[in-house]
């Protein structure tokens, strides 16, 4: 079967599956009555509270709390959820969150891949297979709704990169901000991709080389001041050489709560090895011209998620 289908002939089909995929990826969040995660009760809790400072119900919550109005990352999901309890549950506030996280990931990677290909893929549907991802599990809805922003944000700068008006660029810099205030991991992982991509796309054409990282420019300071100002806490095991490529090699991203995945996951990275050195060849010998930044940003995904959310790191200054 030809991966790769004309849009005329796949447009019912790929809208009746996505339909299909969605409801049986949705179906078990709203079937029961909790979703079980690490950090997700704490994140309804503070939407709960965050909701008190407006509405003054209960009324001794704000004695307790201060309101701290610092534009920081990772609180998107806080705002999100307490708006909501405005008018539903705290139970369903959190429902809702979690299909809003189902359905955009597959969508960014349905946008992503459409935006770089230009074609209908059937490879679209690997969103859904890593929609129940490991953050996800340990409660990082924030990183969550993060990864989506991420692949809106690159397929964006790749679909419109040729000719950016006045009104991409507002629409690039909305989802760059959303990317921040989900999540300063996502962000500074998006940073680098993009600065890599908006190179060696334009390194040709200097005038527009130097308009668009200027554009750049900007979240790049945001970036590394951030880092700068709160990158701090003890040293850990987590930036040992010895843990960074057990992860990598073990795709612990995508691992759930045991290691019982690993004969999924193991042979998963030797297929990726394997596109990656064919690629690399291709490269060389046909002198095809590939998009080299994906290679950067695909093995970023692998690494950095965890490793850089220890608790005494980065993250830390982002709660």
Known sequence: MDTIIEHTRYSRQMIVLFVFLFALEICPIWFFTFFPS???PSHVHNAYVLKTFFTGTPPRIAEYYKLNAFPFPNWSSHPFMGTLMLVVSPETAHKILLTVILTLFPISIFYFLESVTKRKSIYVIVGFL???HFMLHYGFYNFSLSAPFYFFSLGYYWKHKERFTV???VILTTLLLATYFCHM???TILMCSLTLLVITTQYRKPARLLIHLAGVAPFLVVMVAFILQFSYGEPRAYFAK?????YFFDIGSLVYYTDAHFFIT????????VVFFITVFQIIFKKNRPNRGGIFWQLLFFWHPFILSSPGSLQAACY
Do not use: A, C, E, Q
């Open 38 to 40: 690490h950090d997700g």
């Open 130 to 132: 890593f929609n129940y």
């Open 167 to 169: 009104r991409n660029t």
């Open 185 to 187: 991991i996502t962000f």
């Open 242 to 246: 010895k843990h960074w490529l057990r």
């Open 266 to 273: 193991r042979p998963l990275v030797l297929v990726g090895f």
